[in-house]
């Protein structure tokens, strides 16, 4: 497998891994690494398949494995989970209600974390006070989205990813407006069909219309940049005036 090494801002890298191979469609596979001072932070592991691209791309930025600290779930899909084992020394933490969804060897070591308020957005990490987690319960019912606001990095996991989708212009980070309209017309499609788990897309989305980020990091294909806040907005439009 090939992958793709960036650097979004000071301390922070997507290692972006070329699957072709594990759904039987072309796509990307995100995990996220966060250098801070003394801390190593990861956002999702990948897949066990990834680890020699990992350990590659660790050593290319100057972090031994053996130093992550921090592993963080957006959820607990085998393709974000599975990889976590190579990381042995790392506090790993998870939504509660995705903890059933781990390999048991993998789930006893982890974490569990569960909103601690109405708005269901809490930074209940102490080490970590300045990620903030919010409870999105869809994709699965676990399914969080982390905000950094150091970096101004928005982490999606898959609550809203570009799976299958080729990188606009063959750029993993992009101000694509391609990319953006295709996601507005995506959830207006979604609001016309309804349901319950359109509606939990929603409310997990609002929870999101606060945050002034200035990159969108998904679990699956590009990254975003620019106008994030107004390229939610713009999400959250579509559905409302669809379902309307």
């Keep these: ?23 039987g469609v072309p796509s990307y596979a995100n995990i996220y690494v966060i250098k801070r001072g003394e801390k190593v932070i990861l956002i999702d592991a990948g897949a066990r ?17 053996a130093a992550v600290g921090y592993l963080l779930l957006t959820h607990g899909h085998w393709d974000h989970a599975a990889g976590s084992e190579m990381f042995s020394k790392a506090r790993k933490f998870i939504h509660s ?3 059933a969804l781990l390999e048991p060897a993998l789930a ?7 909103p601690g308020t109405a708005e269901h957005r809490m930074r209940q990490l102490a080490d970590l006070p300045e990620i903030d987690i919010v409870h999105v319960n869809t994709h699965t019912p676990g399914s969080v989205v982390f905000f950094d606001r150091e970096s101004k990095i928005l982490y999606m996991g898959d609550f809203f990813c570009f799976f299958g989708e080729p990188l606009p212009e063959g750029r993993l980070i992009s101000n694509s ?4 309209r295709g996601a507005s017309q995506y959830v207006a499609g979604q609001a016309a069909r309804g349901g319950e788990e359109f ?9 999101l219309l606060d945050f002034e980020p200035e990159f969108f990091c998904t679990g699956h294909g590009v990254i975003l940049q620019g106008d994030i806040q107004g390229y939610l907005q713009s999400l959250w439009q579509s559905g409302r005036q669809n379902k309307e």
């Design 1 to 23: 497998m090939n992958y793709i090494l960036s650097q979004l801002t000071e301390g922070t890298y997507a290692v972006v891994v070329d699957d072709a191979h594990s759904w």
């Design 49 to 65: 398949e990834y680890r020699s691209i990992m350990l590659e791309a660790l050593v290319k930025i100057g972090v031994d494995p």
């Design 97 to 99: 209600k995705d903890l």
């Design 108 to 114: 006893a070591n982890f974490t569990p974390f569960s």
């Design 177 to 180: 407006e391609v990319s953006r």
């Design 199 to 207: 509606e939990r897309f929603m409310k997990g989305l609002s929870r």
